[in-house]
Nanobody
């Protein structure tokens, strides 16, 4: 199986920065998309940013110009640099990855357990 381990969450003041990291481990043949979603209290999980293996980047409008997603394909890792943080960015951030465990197996989506980001005003 595939596991995703996140790190880097915490408490920061508005206007500050944080960097989230996520590494995939386990039986991995190839990784297509890696990225981040978030879920604020009382709200549904929402898309934040993703990056495909080919380098195509997709960002939510709410984070454009402030958050940057990047990858290290050799390490099967994805990162989220978050700048100019706002209180409305407070949420649990989840890493996700679309992975194929073997050359003939189907693609599956995996999720990390989440890391809390709290932005104080």
């Amino acid at each position: 199986q595939v596991q995703l381990a996140e790190s880097g969450g915490g408490l920061v003041q508005a206007g500050g920065s944080l960097r989230l990291s996520c590494a995939a481990s386990g039986i991995i043949f190839s990784v297509e998309t890696m990225g981040w979603y978030r879920q604020a209290p009382g709200k549904q999980r929402e898309f934040v940013a993703t990056l495909t293996s080919g380098g195509n980047r997709y960002d939510a409008d709410s984070v454009k110009g402030r958050f940057t997603v990047s990858r290290d394909n050799a390490k099967n890792a994805v990162y989220l640099q978050m700048n100019s943080l706002k209180p409305e960015d407070t949420a649990v951030y989840y890493c996700h990855a679309v992975v194929r465990p073997g050359p003939t197996t189907p693609w599956n989506t995996y999720w990390g357990q989440g890391t809390q980001v709290t932005v104080s005003s």
